[in-house]
């Protein structure tokens, strides 16, 4: 056998391609801070042969202008109108609608008038504003960190995540530690934080997001990070992937990464959503 022939075999036997799973978190231009169409994001999607794709973009709120970063109530019948011109361009693509949903607590009947008024594959819950009005992970609003007690804000941060979670609202908990996103890291151990959040997820059978995105921010590594990962595959949480793509170019970024870390944690199977239907898969 030649050098180069082996060379190949080897190849082979140690990065056998393992399948790319759907990317579930992308955004669309009406939220106003991601570009590219999802025609568009679509088309890269089938460029790297992912198996499915599903639009997450940030829903509308009950109050229009509580921030200037998502669709407004009267923009989702147009962001479904988007959904379901990608579909038509690429129907080879099986291309799901959801929305990435704010969960703040006492809007919830507003989330269930959002779920009633189109066929939505799975909403996204996620944890953006804690403390009143303070939308933590915005850029914008980084200077209040230094106004608040890094635990405490990690600790808040869980409670409402967990009411998410038990809430039984969403098929999916989005980029479930959040706060660390610029940096700010739990000095206390959040283990008992995770383990109550695990359970309200294991008890309305929600699963929790591996969000590559935070590879891209300050915090450099997925969310969640490994130990809560594998707390949460010993909880019998189950889990899908997403990019947070908000360019076409991010569009299923670092997904191999991601399943590698989900394996490592004892993950072999994510979830598939179908008008809120699951399908557990191989990836
Ligand atoms: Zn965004
Ligand atoms: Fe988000
Ligand atoms: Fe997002
Ligand atoms: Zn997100």
Redesign the pocket.
Known sequence: MSIKSLHDCQLTRYSLPMALPADY???TPL?RHAKGEPVEYAARALELGLPEIGF???SPVEHDDQDDWRMLAGELAQYVTKVEHAREIHPALPIRLGL?VDFIPGHESWIKEMARRHDWDYF?G?VHYISGKWDFDNPKRLAEWAEHDVDEVWADYFTRLTTAAASGLFQII??PDLPKKFGHRPKRDPTSLHMDFLAACESTNTCIEL?T?GLRKDCAEIYPNFEFLKLAKSSNVQITF?S???SISEVGMNLKDATTLAREAGYEQCCRFNRLEKDVVKF
Do not use: K, Q, V, Y
Request: proline content about 0%; glycine content about 12%.
């Open positions: 978190h992308m955004h939220c997450s973009d940030h990435e996204i996620s989005g980029h969000n995105a997403g947070d793509a908000h």
